[in-house]
């Protein structure tokens, strides 16, 4: 499987951005998928997760009820809506794509991770 991320950019504080993930590979809709991200000088964290369906999906607390995850099963495709963007959301963003939702939730022996798509929200 390779993810392929993208529409990261520059954004104001208060702006919007929608991140993609194209995955390759029929397996696509067998695999959960996960959104992480990590800030200059800090360890990647878990931002949110999606199940196989599409059925449940689960967020950091640092972005519930700004950020949306959603997959489209036929097109091989996850998305990241983020709204409401502050600078502390300011990082590269990495798609992740896993057998188990528990592994990406935990943040822990993850089966693959796309490229990272740089996010930078100004004051």
């Known amino acids: 499987v390779q993810l392929q991320a993208c529409g990261g950019g520059l954004v104001q504080a208060g702006g919007s951005l929608r991140l993609s993930c194209a995955a390759s590979?029929?397996?696509?809709?067998?695999?959960?998928m996960g959104w992480f991200r990590q800030a200059p000088g800090k360890e990647r964290e878990f931002v949110a997760a999606?199940?196989?369906?599409?059925?449940?999906?689960y967020y950091a607390d640092s972005v519930k009820g700004r950020f949306a995850i959603s997959r489209d099963n036929a097109k091989n495709m996850v998305y990241l809506q983020m709204n409401s963007l502050k600078p502390e959301d300011t990082a590269v963003y990495y798609c992740a794509a896993d057998t188990s939702l528990g592994s990406l939730l935990r943040g822990v022996r993850i089966d693959y991770w796309g490229q990272g798509t740089q996010v930078t929200v100004s004051s």
């Open positions: 999606i199940s196989r369906s599409g059925d449940s999906t």
């Open positions: 590979g029929r397996t696509f809709s067998s695999r959960a």
